[in-house]
């Protein structure tokens, strides 16, 4: 170990998990890809007002757990905490939307950071994918994101995880609903900092997982006896959709997420296998977001899956993705012209699209042997000075462990006709 370790709530990824990593990132981008969405990268860092105004002064993401920092120049940055305020900004300065081809669906994958409290799933640098399908507001786009989320998940072969959804209204009955739940939580026996959060985002309190809290809040208003005419419509319509494409999800009238800037459809993907870390992925609609960051009126919809907790989902349901080998053919040279050759018949291997590697640094058969098997290679070629006196390399199934001699020439057909 050097003097340095990775720091406090953060960790490397390293080979061979790291490849699961890699595939859980395509996974979820791969049917974003295949429905019209097209990539987009932001920076790592904004200025600071931008998640202020567009994540919301009230949240803990905001208050408690951005990492900010004063540039030389005097600019005020934070490292980003989350995806859909920078996708919104880059887009709008980017007038995608002006491009008169509405909505403008993106999807991205970066690293996010929060101060918060390191625990099992929860990290100050985490990894996410999402998406974003900017300027219509359309039932139709909601429910496609769900099922988007839904489809990345079944296709890595998760099953423990559920969809909790809601409706947090508009700006016509949210206002209303929000005043009835302020004066019901006034009453109620609480500590300061929650009592503060009642005058500034009275709905977080809601999602306040405290026993004693939670009890208090059985006789609470319910936003879903304020929704107005609209937003109800709006919502039958999403479940109704869901419904029909056979995705199976739960309604959580409790559902309230961390962010201030959403509107209707909220929903967040849960997994059983995680412990209090359970929300692998959420995501809503959040219709007034340009606005509060100097927009246009554009009403969208996104979600970010979170890849760390995806990964311990894989792994809490005992799930091994069927990775493709990373190496199919390693070399094996025995001797200083044998070096020379089988390097040339691995480069022509890897210019021909088969994953080779090559024994280096001239180690004797017995450790190069192992290299090989460690791998994880499907085949070996070995060869010394008699195998290339007669023209020949030695071509050995590393699951079989049968080994036949192969013509030079021929070595990267019949590899190539083997590993189909
Ligand atoms: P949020 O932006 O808070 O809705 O987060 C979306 C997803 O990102 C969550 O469901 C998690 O999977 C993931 N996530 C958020 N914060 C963290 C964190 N501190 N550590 C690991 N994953 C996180």
Redesign the pocket.
Known sequence: MSTFQAPKGTYDLTPPRSATFLAVREAIAAPLRDSGYGYIETPGFENVELFARGVGESTD?VTKEMYTLTTKGGDQLALRP?GTASVLRAALEANLHKAGNLPVKLWYSGS?Y?Y?RPQA????H?S?VGAEAIGTEDPVLDAELIILADQAYRSLGLRQFRILLNSLGDKECRPVYREALQTFLRDLDLDEETRRRIEINPLRVLDDKRADVQKQLTDAPKLRDYLCDACKAYHEEVRALLTAAGVVYEDDEKLV???DYYTRTTF??VHDGLGS?S?????GRYDGLSEMIGGPELPSVGW???V???VLALEAEGIELDLPYATSVYAVPLGEEARRVLFGVVTGLRRAGIAADFAFGGRGLKGAMKSANRSGARYALVAGERDLAEGVVQLKDMESGEQSAVPLTEVAAELAKRLG
């Open positions: 993401i989350e996010y929060r918060e799933g929860r990290y100050r985490f996410q997420r961390g962010l967040e993907f870390q929300a692998v992925g959420g995501g970010a899956l979170g760390d907790r995806t």
